[in-house]
């Protein structure tokens, strides 16, 4: 990714660095050839001649934000066969493109996928650090993993539709050996399992159903490691939590349902959590209008409320939390990332700079790149956001693309009103 010749000023605004530390009124933050070269009071600001200067019109400085748990490939998707038959490869390929420019046009500078339909999210990586297309770095996920008969296993065998494009189904851990191996050739970074249900199927894998066995899940990690990839899983039940960390995961989706065990389990390694809370609460909002069932309404309630405590108890006990937000359903469309933040600070109730926290520096960490980007901090690579309004105050200003003066990447200006 092509990064910035020179310095430019940000000024005019209060700065929220991501660490969690309060925000600093009247600050300025100074890039100098893509890296941060100064960020605090504006009054120990160097001056440097020849500066351009960004006027963040007494608004916010921020760090990109990070989407954790993001689709790339899922395209507002309404009914389970969006995601396997209803589009080929070379049109899921053009919609991940757009999904991904939109996500960088919101203030999102850096993704981890959630998972990809087919290998895409690695092309798409490609095709952003080459300056191809514009979108978030990308931490690249691939075909996602799950028991044979678990929650991605829906098409019934008489209708011979295969699921290459979705999904890995695996029968026992030489199976899910062989999943990982094909999928470290194909060159992700993230090996997302299925070790659980949802509320979405609620006949055979519900939220408390597990929908892999822990040697399966053992054999993932054990493959993964030993190529350097990393594990993570949509975790919701209990056991299925227990399972994940037990078997070494470097991260778990959701986190719904755990217990004092399972939160012990967690912080032995520190391992993040990305709840995705928002995506629940609009399934019990709209569920209806999209052809939900009262059961599986009742069960994303269910979600929702368990979710939300375990989020809280997770963040408490100084666990880390990464903001994503499963969007790309219909209900939860692309474009509205920023919604989970503010439904973390009404709904869930976090304090917002504990929220814009993770939704930097812990999102950063996830990847694996929290050294590089996350925070506002000399040194670093300058992904920026520059947002017209006290986004301390209220956090759903980031909700509003037209509030959003500049998104930077690497010091270059991509996105927001000085862009155009
Ligand atoms: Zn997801």
Not at 1 to 13: Q, V
Not at 307 to 324: D, F, P
Request: proline content about 3%; aromatic content about 6%; some cysteine.
């Amino acid at each position: 990714m092509k990064i910035a010749a020179g310095s430019t000023l940000i000024r005019n605004g209060q700065m929220v660095d991501g660490t969690g530390a309060a925000a600093a009124p009247d600050a300025a933050v100074l890039v100098t050839d893509g890296r941060i070269a100064y960020a605090g009071p504006a009054a120990g600001c160097p001056v440097v001649e020849g500066v351009s200067v960004i006027d963040a019109c007494g608004g916010t400085i921020l760090p990109g934000l990070v989407e954790a748990h993001y689709h790339p490939t899922y395209f507002n998707v309404a009914a389970l066969e969006d995601l396997d038959i209803k589009y080929p490869v070379e049109y899921v390929t053009l919609l991940a493109a757009a999904n991904a420019r939109l996500a960088l046009e919101c203030g999102y500078t850096a993704a981890r996928s959630g998972g990809s339909l087919f290998n895409i999210d690695v092309w798409l990586k490609r095709a952003i650090e080459n300056d191809v297309t514009v979108g978030p770095r990308l931490a690249a996920s691939g075909r996602e993993i799950c028991g044979a008969g678990g929650l991605m296993d829906w098409n019934p065998d008489f209708r011979k539709i295969g699921m290459e494009g979705l999904i890995l189904l695996v029968n026992g851990p030489g199976e899910a050996r062989a999943a990982v191996r094909k999928l470290v050739k194909d060159g992700v970074e993230w090996v997302k399992t299925y070790p659980t249900g949802d509320a979405a199927a609620p006949d055979t894998n519900d939220h408390h159903t597990l929908c892999m066995s822990f040697e399966e899940m053992e054999a993932v990690v054990t493959t993964a490691h030993n190529h350097r990839l990393k594990v993570t899983g949509h975790c919701r039940a209990t056991e299925g939590i227990k399972n994940a960390l037990r078997a070494g995961y470097d991260a778990v989706e959701h986190a719904t349902f755990i217990d004092d065990e399972g939160l012990e389990l967690l912080l032995q390694r520190d391992v993040p959590v990305v709840p995705a809370l928002q995506f629940e609460w609009a399934s019990v909002e709209y569920g209806k209008e999209w052809g939900m069932s009262q059961r599986v309404i009742d069960g994303h309630k269910e979600t929702l409320e368990g979710g939300a405590e375990s989020a809280r108890r997770i963040l408490k006990a100084g666990g880390r939390i990464g903001m994503g937000g499963d969007y790309g359903f219909a209900w939860n469309p692309h474009g509205d990332y920023a919604k989970e933040l503010t439904f973390f600070v009404k709904y869930v109730g976090f304090g917002v700079l504990d929220v814009l926290r993770c939704a930097t520096k812990v999102g950063a960490e996830i990847m694996g790149r929290g050294g590089e980007i996350g925070t506002l901090e000399t040194g670093k690579v300058a992904d920026v956001l520059v947002v017209d309004g006290d986004v301390v105050r209220d956090v759903s200003v980031l909700e509003d693309r037209r509030r959003i003066v500049a998104v930077m990447q690497g010091g270059v200006v991509k996105a927001g009103r000085v862009a155009r």
